[in-house]
Structures are given as C-alpha cells and as structure tokens.
C-alpha cells in the first residue's frame, strides 16, 4: 500500500518489499532504507534475479558499514513478493514474512531464519534471527529463502513485519484479511498496537490476479 494508505493497482511485473530495520542496531531506518531501493532497482523479473537483488541489498548495506563507523552493526531483515506474467515468487531473509490467505486460513510462504519455531502467543515473540541483511561488520553472504508457484486466479498476499506476527494471532490476521482484504492493512496495523506492539509495524496487503 502506498504511504497515502490508498489501495492501487499494477501490472505485471509487480513487486512489494518490506524491510525491518533490526532493533538493537544502529542505522536500522538507513539499513532497511538500503534494502528495498536496491531490491526494488534491480528490476527483478523472476526468483533468480530477485535473490539477485537481495543478495545486492545485502552487500550494498556492507558497503554503508565500512563507509561509516556509525553504521557498524546495522541491518534489516526483509521479504518480498514478485507476480510475473505466470508465477508468483517468494524471497525473504531473517523473520519479515509473506503469508496467503487460503481457505481462510492463514498459509506462511516465507520461512523465518529464526531458531525457535514461531509462537502464536502475543508478547512471546522469538526475538533471535539467524541471517539478516548486514547486521554485522563485514561480508557474511546471505542465502535468501526463495518459493516460486505458479500464479492462477487471485490470491490474497500478506507481507508483514515481526511487529505484526508476534502480537496478532493468525485467526485475527484471517479475518481481518478475508473481510477486507487489501484494504485491510491499516486495520492489521491498528490491531498490532492495540496488542501493545513496541515495535514499528509494517503490513502490505495485496491481491494478485493472473
Ligand atoms: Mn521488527
């Protein structure tokens, strides 16, 4: 969703990124910030040339960490979702995630780079990632997790934040999703506060159609 929190539509290659600033780090805004304008300049036109991209974000944030001693330690997470023509492609590094609504059930397409498998319960988040994009000194490469599916009819694609997943239960985000689909990213970002998210929280909400 654009920042003016207005819904809009584009063809294909369509591309949404979100980039999680880590806590605890320096820079965390300039990291992300990094992440989805290199993501988003690659022009990735398939999974081969966005993981690409995403390792490119990584090394860029590198880059900015031995530009910068202020800057040491900063890093992001981020996922990604990319509808081609035909496919529908899935990238992600660290604990940002991408879900499908399926049934009405939440379905997670993205798999966290985190040890502990992830909790329902609110306020127990698993803080610990295991890869993210910088977040140290110096050039560790990243593998990030990528799943492809064919892209037929519509489907309604949740990219989100740890914010949101750690503080609204998956019956909630469904819901939420189903009634309102796209439109409903403001609501999930509300009902991730209210929970007492200390977080910031990002939500996109799209709904790709072939
Ligand atoms: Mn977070």
């Known amino acids: 969703m654009p920042a003016d929190g207005a819904s809009h539509c584009v063809e294909a290659p369509a591309l949404v990124v979100v980039a999680d600033g880590l806590g605890g780090h320096p820079s965390g805004d300039e990291a992300s910030r990094i992440a989805v304008d290199t993501i988003v300049g690659a022009r990735p036109t398939d999974a081969e040339s966005l993981a690409k991209a995403v390792r490119q974000a990584n090394e860029a944030i590198v880059r900015a960490i031995t530009l910068d001693a202020g800057n040491v330690g900063m890093g992001t997470t981020v996922a990604a979702v990319l509808a081609t023509d035909h496919a529908l492609v899935v990238a992600n590094v660290g604990d940002s995630s991408v879900w499908e609504l399926v049934d009405d059930q939440l379905v997670q397409l993205s ?9 329902s319960l609110p306020g ?9 994009l910088g977040g140290g000194r110096s050039l560790v490469d990243v593998e990030p997790h990528m799943l492809e599916d064919v892209l037929e009819g519509e489907r309604t694609i949740l990219v989100c934040s740890d914010g ?17 689909g796209p439109a409903s990213a403001e609501a999930l970002v ?14 996109a909400v799209v709904r790709v159609t072939r």
């Open 111 to 119: 798999t966290d780079d985190s040890p502990a498998a992830r909790t």
């Open 190 to 203: 509300r009902l991730a506060l209210d929970a007492g998210a200390p977080d910031n929280v990002t939500v």
């Open 164 to 180: 949101l997943t750690n503080f609204v239960d998956r019956r909630a985000i469904a819901t939420s999703l189903a009634e309102a």
């Open 124 to 132: 127990v988040p698993p803080y610990v990632v295991t890869q993210t």
